[in-house]
C-alpha cells in the first residue's frame, strides 16, 4: 500500500517542487532523478506484486474522498473560468451541468454507499504500472532536451516549470487512475488528465493551441460527463461503487449494461475513437514530448484500460460490448486509410495511433480471454513503439527542419543512427515478427470468433491498408542519397541515448513477450475468467517468432552494408550527371530527380474517411445511448 | 509424433530442394507456351536455369551497399514461408512471413534511390495492399472450415475438401493471382514482357547474382502459391492430393493464358476490383460459412 501510494504522491511532489525550479541545471537533475526514481519505483511495484494476484487495499479515508470532491469543485470552476476568459460556451456549459451532478452524488448519493476497497493492483494494473513508469519517465527525460531547443526558438517567458509540473502530475494522475478500485476516485483522476492534457495542449498559447486544447476539453468533458451519470447510476441501481465487484456482477451475468455503455462511451472519448479523434489530431501543436506521452503511456492508454476492465462483462449480444466493438473496428479501419493520405509523420502517426486503439477498443469489447490477451499485448507493444516513434520524430523535426516524411529522404545516410531507430519503430508497429503484428494476428482470430462475421471486414481491410502506409514510410527513409554526409553529431547525445533506450525495450519486448505473455497476461485472464482457452498463438509458434525477432536484428547487424561489389550510378536513362540525383534534361541542363510518395487522397482522403467515420460512429453511439436512456425511464 | 516430425522435415526438405527445380520448370513451360500462343518456338524448356547461371557469371556490381542485403533477405523469408507452409504448420504465420519478403523485396527497390525502382516499389506495395484483404479471407475461409489455422490440421480435416465450402473465395483468390504472381494484367510493379515495360521497375537496380536471387526467390514463391491452391482441393487421401496438384498447375497455366492476352490496367483498376471482389466473392462466402 505504501508502494502504491509513493507511486502516486512522489510525481505529484516531483512535479509541485519542478514548478518552482527555475534553474536549468537544477530542473535537469530534477527531472532525471524524479524520472528514475519513478521508473525504479513502478519496477519495484512490479516485483512485489508480481506473484500476488488481485491485492485490495481499503484505505478507508474520508478526509481524501472530500478532498477529490474540493479538488473536483475547483477543477470545474477553473474550466468554467477559463470557458469564460476565452469564450468558449460548450465548456462553460459542461463545467456548469457537471458540478451540480459532482455535488449531489458525492453529498448525497455516494453516502449511502460502503466501498470496501479503494485501491487494488492486479497485473493489468502492473503493466500500466510498467508502461507510465519507464515510458512515461522516459518521455520526461527526453523533454529535458527537447524543451531547451525549443525555448530558443520561443519568445516570451521561460514556461518550462510548467511544462514540467503537467508532465509529472500526468504521471502521478495515470499511477492512481490505474490503481484505483473506487470508481469515484477512478473518476477523480480521470479529470485529472483531462484537465492536465488540456493545459499540456494549449501550452504554447497560439491560437490554434488553444482552440484545439478546448476541442480536446470538450470531447473529454462530454466522456467525464458520462462517467459522471455512470457512478450516479451505478449507485442508485446497484448500490456499488467497487469496480471488481461490479465487474463480479457484470461476469456473472446481472445486467449491468446501464453503467457499462456510459463507461466505455467515456473510454472512446478519452481512447480517441472516432467521432472524437480529433482532439488527438488536434493535440500535435504541443511540444513533440506532450504528444509522445499523450499517444503511448497516458490519457488514450487510460481509455482502453477502462474498456480492457469491463471486459469479462462485454460481447457481441451485449450492449456495451457492441458499441466497444463496432466503433473500435470502425475507427481502426477508416483511420488507418485516413493515415495513407498523410504526409505529416506526426499525423500519420496519429492516425495509427487512433487506429490501433481502435482495435484494442474492440478487443475489450469482444471481452473473450483471447481477445483481452491481444488487447493487452497490443497496449504494451503500442506504448513502446509509439513513444519510440514520436520521439523519432521530433528528433527529426528539431534536425531537418521538417516533420514531413517527404523530406525525411535520405535520412539513412544523413542520420543513420537516427533512421535506424525510426525503422525499428515503424517495424515494431506492422510488420511479422515483431510485437504488434503478433497482437494483431492474436486480434484477427478473436475478431473471427466474436459471434459476428462483421468485424473480420474491418480487420482484414484495415490490415492491409496499414501495411501500405508504414511500408512507404519506412521505404522514404531507407532510401540511400548517395554522396550525403552523416551529419548526426548534431543530435543531442540526451535524446540518442533515449532513443536508444526505447529501442532496447521495443526489441526486449518482442524477444521476451512469450514470458510476459505467460508470466503477466495469461495469470491476468486465469484470474478474470472462469476458463481460458487455448491462446491463438500456439507455444512453438511464439518460439518460431522470437527465434525470427533474433535473427531480424543479427543479421542487420552483421550483413547490412558489408559488400565486396563494385559500386555504380543507378539508372537514370543514361544521362546521368554523376550523383545519382541529377540527370541531364532535354534542354541539357542538369535537373533534379526526386519522387513523391503516394497518398491517393482520390481514395483515402482525410476528410472523407474521417465524415464516415462520424456518421457511422455516431449512429452507433446514439443507439446504444438511447437504449440507455429508454431502460432508465423504464426503470424510473 | 515422432512420425509426425519426421514427415515435417521431409516435406520442408522436400521444398527447400525440390522447389527451385519445380519453379523453374514451370518458368520455362511458361515461357514455352506462351511462345507458342504468339506464333513463336520459343526458348528451350531449361531457359531460366541458364538464365540464372549466366546472371552469377556477370560483373558483381549493386548501387549501393545495402540493396543485396534486403534481397537477400527477400530471399530468405521467401524459403521460411514455404517451409512453415509445407511443413504444416500456422497457415496465418506462412501468410504473415510471405508478407515479409515482400516489403524487404519493396525496401531493396526504395533502397536504391532510383527513381524507376521506387516506383516499381511503389506499385508493388499497392498491389499488396490491393490483394493482402482476399488473402486473409481466403485464410479465414480455410480457418471457419477447419477450425484451425493449421496447415495439417486443414488437409487432415476428414470429409469433403475445403472447396465446397470455400466456392467463392477460391474464385476470389484466383482472381488476385496474377498481382501475386506479377503477370498481366497486374503485372504493375515489374513485367516479364518486354512489352509492358520502359524499365524494368521493381527489379531496375538489381543485377547479375542477386538478379539470380530474386528470381529464384520468385520460383519458390510460385511453388507456394500452388501449394496455397491445392490446399482448396485436397483431402485427406493421397489421390485428392494428386487431384489437387493437377488442378494447382492447371490453374498455373490459365494465368498464363490470362497473361498472353490481357494488356497491363491501370492501378486504380487493380486496387477497386480486387478489394470490390474480395467483398462480393471473399466476405459474402465467410458470412453465408458462418452462419452455417
Known sequence: ?636 | MSNGILSTVIMVICYLVLAPFVGGLLAGLDRKFSARLQGRVGPPVLQPFYDVLKLREKEAITVNKVQDFYVLCFFLCMLLTGAFFFGGADLLLALFTLTLAGVFLVLAAYSSGSPYAQIGAERELLSMMAYEPMVLFSAIGFYLFAGSFSVSEILHTPGIAPIAYLPLVFLGFLYILPMKLRKSPFDLSTSHHAHQELVKGLSTEFSGSTLALMEVAHWYENVFLLGFIALFFAGSHWWTVLIAVIIAIVCYFLEVLVDNSAARMKWQFALKSAWFLALILGFVNLVVLYYL
Not at chain 1, 163 to 178: D, E, I, Q
Not at chain 1, 205 to 213: C, F, L, P, W
Not at chain 1, 597 to 611: A, S
Request: hydrophobic share 60%; proline share 3%; with cysteine.
Open chain 1, 1 to 636: 500500500m505504501i508502494l502504491i501510494l509513493l507511486l502516486i504522491l512522489f510525481p505529484l511532489a516531483a512535479a509541485l517542487l519542478l514548478l518552482f525550479v527555475k534553474d536549468d541545471g537544477a530542473r535537469d537533475w530534477l527531472v532525471r532523478i524524479g524520472a528514475l526514481v519513478i521508473a525504479a519505483l513502478s519496477i519495484v511495484t512490479a516485483v512485489r506484486f508480481f506473484n500476488a494476484g488481485s491485492v485490495y487495499f481499503p484505505a478507508q479515508s474520508p478526509f481524501v474522498n472530500y478532498l477529490m470532491l474540493v479538488l473536483e469543485a475547483l477543477m470545474d470552476v477553473l474550466i468554467f473560468v477559463l470557458g469564460i476568459k476565452y469564450r468558449k460556451l460548450p465548456a462553460c456549459v459542461m463545467a456548469v451541468i457537471q458540478l451540480p451532478l459532482i455535488l449531489w452524488f458525492d453529498l448525497s448519493l455516494a453516502h449511502g454507499i460502503e466501498v470496501y476497497n479503494n485501491l487494488c493492483i492486479d497485473r493489468l494494473s502492473l503493466v500500466m504500472v510498467l508502461i507510465i513508469g519507464i515510458v512515461g519517465s522516459l518521455i520526461c527525460v527526453y523533454a529535458l532536451s527537447y524543451m531547451k531547443d525549443f525555448q530558443k526558438h520561443q519568445e516570451g517567458a521561460d514556461r518550462r516549470p510548467w511544462f514540467f509540473f503537467l508532465m509529472f502530475l500526468f504521471l502521478s494522475a495515470m499511477f492512481g487512475l490505474v490503481t484505483s478500485n473506487n470508481l469515484a476516485w477512478l473518476f477523480f483522476f480521470w479529470e485529472v488528465t483531462t484537465l492536465c492534457s488540456f493545459f499540456l495542449i494549449g501550452f504554447t498559447k497560439t491560437d490554434e493551441a488553444v482552440r484545439n486544447s478546448f476541442r480536446a476539453l470538450h470531447m473529454n468533458m462530454l466522456g467525464g460527463l458520462a462517467f459522471n451519470l455512470a457512478l450516479i447510476l451505478a449507485a442508485i441501481f446497484y448500490q456499488t461503487l467497487d469496480l471488481d465487484l461490479f465487474i463480479f456482477y457484470g461476469a456473472r451475468g446481472y445486467d449491468i449494461t446501464m453503467v457499462s455503455v456510459l463507461l466505455v462511451f467515456a473510454g472512446i472519448t478519452k481512447a480517441a475513437q472516432m467521432p472524437f479523434s480529433s482532439w488527438l489530431l488536434g493535440a500535435m501543436v504541443a511540444p513533440t514530448p506532450t504528444s509522445a506521452l499523450l499517444h503511448s503511456s497516458t490519457m488514450v492508454k487510460a481509455g482502453v484500460f477502462l474498456i480492457l476492465r469491463l471486459a469479462p462483462t462485454m460481447g457481441w449480444g451485449n450492449l456495451a460490448g457492441m458499441l466497444a466493438m463496432l466503433v473500435g473496428g470502425i475507427t481502426f479501419l477508416l483511420a488507418s486509410c485516413a493515415a495513407i493520405s498523410q504526409s505529416n509523420a506526426k499525423r500519420v502517426l496519429a492516425y495509427s495511433t487512433v487506429a490501433n486503439l481502435g482495435l484494442i477498443v474492440a478487443c475489450g469489447g469482444i471481452g473473450s480471454p483471447e481477445a483481452v490477451w491481444a488487447g493487452i499485448l497490443l497496449l504494451m507493444f503500442h506504448a513502446l513503439a509509439k513513444s519510440l516513434l514520436f520521439l523519432c520524430v521530433g528528433t527529426a523535426e528539431h534536425q531537418i527542419g521538417s516533420r514531413d516524411i517527404e523530406d525525411m529522404d535520405g535520412l539513412f545516410s544523413k542520420f543513420p543512427r537516427l533512421a535506424r531507430f525510426m525503422a525499428v519503430g515503424i517495424c515494431a508497429m506492422f510488420l511479422a515478427p515483431f510485437g504488434m503484428l503478433v497482437s494483431k494476428w492474436a486480434a484477427l482470430k478473436a475478431f473471427v470468433d466474436c459471434g459476428t462475421p462483421l468485424m473480420m471486414f474491418f480487420i482484414v481491410f484495415g490490415s492491409a491498408v496499414t501495411l501500405f502506409f508504414w511500408s512507404k514510410w519506412l521505404g522514404k527513409i531507407i532510401a540511400i542519397a548517395s554522396g550525403a554526409e552523416s551529419e548526426e553529431s548534431g543530435v543531442p547525445a540526451g535524446e540518442l541515448r533515449v532513443l536508444g533506450s526505447l529501442v532496447g525495450l521495443v526489441l526486449l519486448l518482442c524477444l521476451g513477450f512469450p514470458i510476459v505473455s505467460s508470466q503477466l497476461v495469461v495469470p491476468f485472464l486465469q484470474e478474470t475468467y472462469d476458463s481460458v482457452g487455448a491462446l491463438a498463438l500456439s507455444r512453438p509458434t511464439m518460439l518460431i517468432l522470437v527465434i525470427m525477432v533474433a535473427a531480424l536484428i543479427l543479421m542487420p547487424l552483421l550483413f547490412l552494408g558489408k559488400t565486396k561489389k563494385r559500386i555504380v550510378p543507378i539508372y537514370l536513362s543514361g544521362s546521368n550527371q554523376g550523383d545519382n540525383v541529377h540527370f541531364t534534361n532535354a534542354m541539357q541542363q542538369p535537373a533534379a530527380a526526386s519522387l513523391r510518395n503516394w497518398y491517393m487522397e482520390g481514395f483515402f482522403g482525410e476528410k472523407r474517411m474521417c465524415l464516415a467515420g462520424v456518421i457511422l460512429c455516431c449512429i452507433v453511439i446514439v443507439w446504444a445511448l438511447s437504449l440507455v436512456l429508454g431502460g432508465v425511464i423504464a426503470y424510473v
